[in-house]
């Protein structure tokens, strides 16, 4: 698993932190997320799926990888 995030379209709602707090964190001045990693374990795979679904913005892209 692969994740990217466009920081020009998130609207800092928070939601994939709450979502997965392990992988996902947000500046401090703005609330724009930041990846704390951006190949996650794969027992954090579905919460970070759950973080992508959760989005308003849809800002986060998950490429799933063999």
Do not use: W
Request: hydrophobic letters at 40%.
């Amino acid at each position: 698993m692969k994740i990217t995030i466009d920081q020009d379209k998130c609207v800092a709602s928070g939601q994939c932190v709450l979502a997965t707090a392990q992988v996902f964190d947000q500046r401090d001045e703005d609330g724009i997320v930041t990846l704390l990693t951006d190949n996650p374990p794969p027992e954090l795979h579905q919460a970070v799926r759950q973080a992508v679904a959760v989005c308003p913005a849809l800002a986060i892209t998950v490429v799933e990888q063999p």
